[in-house]
């Protein structure tokens, strides 16, 4: 059973179903994810003139968006009203708001069927191929979102579970470093606020989990975000070029980020920088 959707994967949701707006030239768009395996309840809804699509639950099979979430692929009708190969419990919604032609695409993450976008003309015409990009975009951008947020959520899961664990042999911290270092990557991918800084707060618990072993005369040092981030990836062994694939970043960036934690840490090798950054409380 999916969860119901939190306030940061309706603001995904809601700036997807915009982007499709734009690009499609489409005058209403709408869509809502699913609170279980068969019910998608429509919650965002961009160039509607009445509420009458408004919190309408979808069911798998059901009109176009539950066929297209019975098929797990797009579905579109020329003229909704007519449309023979859909059944109409929700006619009434769709003439109150004087839709014609209609597209549904649903949103899939790692096989599972997570919401539907829908995109309408008031007007009985064929869809093109441009708007079927755009709907299938649109629909990508959440589905990725989506898995951002599953991997920080289980990667937070896991994480919490090593705060509160009481081991602290070398493998544990291995395993705490690598959490790190995985959590920093994904922080730049978080839209939500709320779950950024959620993130980043069990960064920073990671990164003072080590501060028995701290010395005490450790110096204050600040850092940029994206700097402890490529030491994140240094301190893993990864090289420039791997460090830049993960962080969507260019080599010569990470570079540039390199040297300069570097000089901030008063380091003269990767290694020193990422030594000094653990004494500063900055890396676990």
Known sequence: MHP????????????????????????????????????????????AQTSALRGLVISAGSGL?????????PCAVTDYASARHI?????????????????AVPVVVRRRVRGVLYGALRAPRTLGDRTFDAAASAARDVEQALAVRDEVRQLLTSTREQLTGTGTGPG??????????????????????????????????????????????????????????????VASGATNAVAAERLGLRPETVKAYLRSSMRKLGAHTRLEAVVAARRAGLLP
């Not at 059944?87 to 209609?102: F, I, K, M, N, P």
């Open 4 to 47: 119901v959707s939190e306030p940061g994967e309706a603001t995904e949701l809601q700036a997807a179903l915009l982007r499709l707006r734009r690009t499609s030239g489409l005058p209403v768009v709408f869509g809502g994810l699913l609170s279980d395996a068969r019910h998608a309840r429509i919650a965002e809804l961009s160039g």
């Open 65 to 73: 968006g539950g066929k297209a979430i019975a098929l797990s692929r």
């Open 87 to 103: 059944s109409h419990e929700y006619d009434t919604a769709v003439a109150a708001e004087g839709l014609r032609s209609v597209v």
């Open 172 to 233: 544990v911290w291995e395993d705490v470093r690598e959490a790190h270092r995985e959590l920093r990557a994904l922080a730049p991918r978080i839209a939500d606020p709320d779950l950024r800084d959620e993130l980043l707060s069990v960064c920073g618990r990671l990164a003072s989990a080590a501060g028995s072993e701290r010395p005490a005369g450790a110096g204050f040092v600040r850092l940029a975000p994206r700097e402890v981030d490529v030491l994140a990836c």
